[in-house]
């Protein structure tokens, strides 16, 4: 089974997450301030895959070492690539985000 986890910028992590998961963190971003409204899933396979959303919907995707940033449209967007994530599609997400 491959790892993975969510932060919190605050500091709440949590291992082996699933889509519900994913979706309270997104809830509780909308109500953090600035400084705490961040968090990220990484996905542990041969390489640390990781995607972190900030509270403006600013996006840092981190797969094979290589980090790219990228402006979701919405939160459905972002819930849709956390979801790609968790089912291992990086290259479906590095082509969204290219």
């Known amino acids: ?3 993975n986890y969510i932060q919190y ?3 709440y ?4 997450i699933d889509e519900k998961d994913i979706v309270k963190a997104i809830s509780d971003i909308q109500l953090m ?3 705490h409204g961040a968090f ?4 542990i396979t041969d ?4 995607i972190e959303v900030n509270k403006d919907l600013s996006l840092f995707v981190i797969f094979k070492g290589q980090q790219t940033q990228y402006q979701a449209k919405d939160w459905n967007e972002v ?3 956390y979801k ?3 089912m291992e599609k990086f290259d479906v997400i590095a082509e969204i985000v290219k």
């Open 9 to 11: 910028a605050d500091g």
């Open 47 to 50: 390489d640390e895959n990781v």
């Open 33 to 35: 301030d600035e400084e």
């Open 13 to 16: 992590q949590k291992d082996n």
């Open 40 to 43: 990220w899933v990484s996905v």
């Open 84 to 86: 790609l994530l968790l």
């Open 1 to 3: 089974m491959t790892e």
């Open 79 to 81: 819930k849709e690539l």
